[in-house]
């Protein structure tokens, strides 16, 4: 059984910093595009950040020079670094694994988290 199991989100001030991890389990990732959506109340979900197979990194504009992913293929975890965080980046945020960067963005990888929420107050 494929799971992604979500740790690390909570309460942070504006300004504060939070790292979200991810763990796979049930098969190896390592060829996998794996990524972290966000979904606020009321909007919809969105891709922030992914990470090839290769390491190769991409992310959104309202993310940039603030997050940044990594992935351990050995122990098949993708990790969130997030750091100067808004309220707008309140959100409840899920990892997800993609056979192709294809799926991904367009929301629809093969597996995803059961999520995590992030509470930034101001």
């Known amino acids: 059984q494929v799971q992604l199991v979500e740790s690390g989100g909570g309460l942070v001030q504006a300004g504060g910093s939070l790292r979200l991890s991810c763990a796979a389990s049930?098969?190896?990732?390592?060829?996998?595009?794996l990524g972290w959506f966000r979904q606020a109340p009321g909007k919809q979900r969105e891709l922030v950040t992914y990470?090839?197979?290769?390491?190769?990194?991409n992310y959104a504009d309202s993310i940039k020079g603030r997050f940044t992913v990594s992935r351990d293929n050995a122990k098949n975890t993708v990790s969130l670094q997030m750091n100067s965080l808004k309220p707008e980046d309140t959100a409840v945020y899920y990892c997800?694994?993609?056979?192709?960067?294809?799926?991904?963005?367009?929301?629809?990888?093969?597996?995803w988290g059961q999520g995590t929420q992030v509470t930034v107050s101001s």
């Open positions: 049930g098969r190896t990732f390592s060829s996998y595009v």
């Open positions: 997800a694994a993609s056979t192709t960067r294809g799926k991904l963005l367009v929301s629809s990888p093969d597996y």
């Open positions: 990470i090839s197979s290769g390491g190769g990194t």
